[in-house]
């Protein structure tokens, strides 16, 4: 959205983003973004279909939409290399060498955004073992409180939550 009302207001470089997010949130007008977007019940969704259309525009060279992605890449690496510094200080390190780093969903759906992640030299200098979850991010939820012992299943198609005593059906 920034990218759109800078270029829109003259502050910015073109941008194909203007004419993509006009277009997916059927609106005319860029000035009518802000309270579109924040208008919505879920802006945290609003925003993340909007991710779809800056990698979509990163993709046909589009130099705003780029730089957009080259930031998000360094922003999060700099989170994971920091998470690593405060979590495993090298006098606290359960074993020697690199720390695996689980990548799965929201911006890892994507496959450029993906790649220029994993590859990144910050982040292979950094300790880092970047590996790609090939399953959706729910799973995880759901492994771990199976192997907590929270949620089991009763043979019938029933998940059985043994913290409450609760069972529900499963859906098609």
């Known amino acids: 959205m920034a990218a759109v009302l800078r270029h829109h207001?003259?502050?910015?470089i073109p941008t194909m983003l203007t004419k993509l997010a006009l277009e997916h949130f059927g609106l005319t007008e860029p000035e009518q973004l802000v309270s579109f977007v924040y208008g919505q019940e879920n802006v945290r969704s609003a925003l993340g279909?909007?991710?779809?259309?800056?990698?979509?525009?990163?993709?046909?060279?589009?130099?705003?939409?780029?730089?957009?992605?080259?930031?998000?890449?360094?922003?999060?690496?700099?989170?994971?290399?920091?998470?690593?510094?405060?979590?495993?200080?090298?006098?606290?390190?359960?074993?020697?060498?690199?720390?695996?780093?689980?990548l799965s969903g929201g911006l890892f759906a994507d496959n450029g955004f993906a790649e220029r992640f994993l590859w990144h030299e910050d982040l292979l200098a950094g300790g880092?073992?970047?590996?790609?979850?090939?399953?959706?991010?729910?799973?995880?939820?759901?492994?771990?409180?199976?192997?907590?012992?929270?949620?089991?299943?009763?043979?019938?198609?029933?998940?059985?939550?043994?913290?409450?005593g609760k069972r529900e059906g499963r859906s098609s």
């Open 9 to 12: 207001d003259g502050r910015g």
């Open 128 to 164: 880092l073992d970047p590996r790609r979850l090939n399953v959706p991010p729910a799973a995880g939820g759901l492994f771990a409180g199976i192997k907590a012992g929270r949620y089991s299943d009763n043979g019938q198609g029933q998940a059985a939550d043994s913290r409450h």
């Open 49 to 102: 279909e909007a991710s779809r259309l800056v990698f979509a525009a990163a993709k046909e060279g589009d130099r705003a939409a780029a730089a957009i992605v080259e930031e998000a890449v360094a922003q999060l690496i700099r989170l994971a290399l920091t998470a690593k510094k405060r979590l495993f200080p090298p006098e606290r390190l359960p074993f020697p060498g690199i720390i695996p780093l689980v």
